[in-house]
């Protein structure tokens, strides 16, 4: 469960990582890149993912608090998933700011909201080193998308460019099928009031061979409800 809610991490890490290589690409400084307001042009797409970011982040507390993780982080994916399309697709550089900085909601979104559900979901003795699984995915991404740019280097037509964000896409994708097989927070379960679902999950994400009656989820239960 938490390798699998730890995607939200790697998306936001390939989201941020994207532009990087794309920027050094020859077909997109030909197409982007070769007029005099190129460093404005750069400064642009990397300071506007980064205030796409800031927005998300603080857009996803109240969506997950009234809505729950799981849709917060389905909605995070779905903007991810629009906006990587239409990097991809840009015939401009007004059209690729406008989609890296709605981005850039969408994975700051994902990766404020994810860690919250995975320490709401972790055993308590093993909460700190599950939740920082998230940096593991983060970095894990960094240097994976680092690699595509790199093969996509080698790639010698115009669409060369827009390889990575097609990725982007497909990693959006994949994070977005993954919340089906994810619980949702047992927290913010019983928040709604709905402590028999909250108990079910507790128990079969934290009962062991140890403890067969599930004493440490009835714990945990008891401990959230207060």
């Not at 030909?30 to 506007?48: E, I, M, N, Y």
């Not at 993780?69 to 389905?74: E, G, I, P, V, W």
């Not at 697709?89 to 909201?113: D, Q, T």
């Not at 028999?196 to 009656?213: F, G, M, Q, R, S």
Request: proline share 4%.
């Amino acid at each position: 469960v938490i390798i699998t809610a730890a995607l939200g991490g790697y998306l936001y890490g390939f989201s941020a990582n994207a532009i990087a290589g794309t920027l050094a690409q020859p077909s997109f400084i030909a197409k982007f890149l070769s007029t005099p307001d190129a460093a404005q042009r750069t400064d642009g797409l990397l300071g506007g993912f980064l205030a796409g970011a800031m927005v998300g982040s603080l857009v996803q507390a109240p969506l997950a608090k009234h809505y729950g993780r799981r849709l917060c982080n389905a909605v995070a994916a779905g903007i991810v998933i629009l906006s990587g399309a239409l990097q991809a697709a840009s015939v401009n550089i007004a059209m690729l700011l406008i989609f890296r900085v709605i981005c850039g909601i969408g994975a700051g979104m994902v990766f404020a909201n994810s860690p919250v559900y995975m320490s709401e979901v972790a055993p308590p003795h093993a909460r700190g080193s599950l939740v920082g699984m998230q940096g593991v995915s983060v970095v894990t991404a960094y240097i994976l998308c680092a690699v595509f740019n790199l093969a996509f280097s080698y790639v010698h037509s115009a669409i060369q460019w827009r390889l990575i964000f097609v990725v982007l896409t497909g990693m959006g994708v994949v994070h977005l099928i993954s919340l089906y097989f994810l619980p949702e927070s047992p927290r913010w379960l019983m928040e709604q009031g709905r402590d028999d679902e909250a108990l079910a999950i507790l128990v079969k994400l934290h009962k062991t061979k140890t403890d067969p009656n599930g004493v440490l989820a009835h714990a945990e239960a008891t401990q959230i409800k207060a």
